[in-house]
């Protein structure tokens, strides 16, 4: 495979073109919080099994793309010890008896350098993989995303990781204001609701991809080969 030809993904609307060397893996959110039990997600009731079941079309997909020497990028949700980017809107929603800054199963909820914060080993970053600290939902607010893609010249993203409909729309939506193209691989991206899921991929690929495409992580693997 030639890494700097155009190579075309089976999607809808319609096929997904990209040049490999302009296109990064984005994984967001991959934390242990979110995934592993006994985290902040299960705490509050969640199905696990509805974002777990990606981590494995995650760890292929990664590892293919890793081999192919391209561009990986991870996001963390979460803020600062002393809460400081933390603005009092996000802070009190939901109105649980346990929130961001509070004391969880895996240490303080949300906040930067706790276990629960970091991502799942199955996914962990290599030391060349650029992680994104993000106080938002979106990975391109109050972040340098933006700055490290123009500077290793990324024009399109593959989107991975959860959730569907908060962290990874949000994202797909930023990205595209700011002129990249997204794919979505939605053996790869999760919801604690199954309905969530697929009104959330609904959503990007509507009215012709007006957020972006939806495809499979086997037909990205296929193009790579």
Not at 140 to 159: E, M, R, S, W
Not at 187 to 204: A, R
């Amino acid at each position: 495979m030639d890494l700097y030809q155009p190579i075309s993904i089976d999607a809808e609307p319609y096929e997904f073109e990209f040049v490999p060397v302009r296109c990064a893996l984005l994984i967001i959110d991959m934390q242990r919080d979110f995934l592993e039990p006994g985290g902040f997600g299960a705490m509050l009731g969640n199905d696990l099994s509805q974002l777990r079941r990606t981590i494995e079309p995650n760890k292929v997909l990664l590892s293919k793309w890793r081999a192919a020497g391209l561009q990986v990028i991870h996001t963390r949700e979460g803020h600062r010890p002393d809460l400081t980017d933390l603005p009092p809107a996000k802070a009190v929603r939901g109105r649980g008896k346990t929130t961001i800054g509070d004391k969880g199963p895996m240490g303080r909820i949300l906040i930067r350098g706790e276990a629960g914060h970091d991502i799942i080993p199955e996914l962990y970053p290599l030391p060349n993989e650029p992680i994104i600290d993000k106080p938002g939902k979106g990975a391109f607010f109050a972040t340098d995303l933006h700055a490290i893609l123009q500077n290793v010249g990324i024009k399109k993203l593959i989107v991975t990781g959860v959730t569907t409909e908060v962290c990874v729309n949000t994202t797909v939506r930023e990205a595209n204001d700011r002129g990249y193209d997204c794919l979505v691989p939605e053996d790869c991206v999760g919801s604690y609701f199954p309905e969530f899921q697929e009104m959330g991929l609904k959503m990007i690929k509507a009215q012709g991809g007006i957020f972006g495409w939806v495809s499979h992580s086997s037909k990205i693997l296929a193009a790579l080969e």
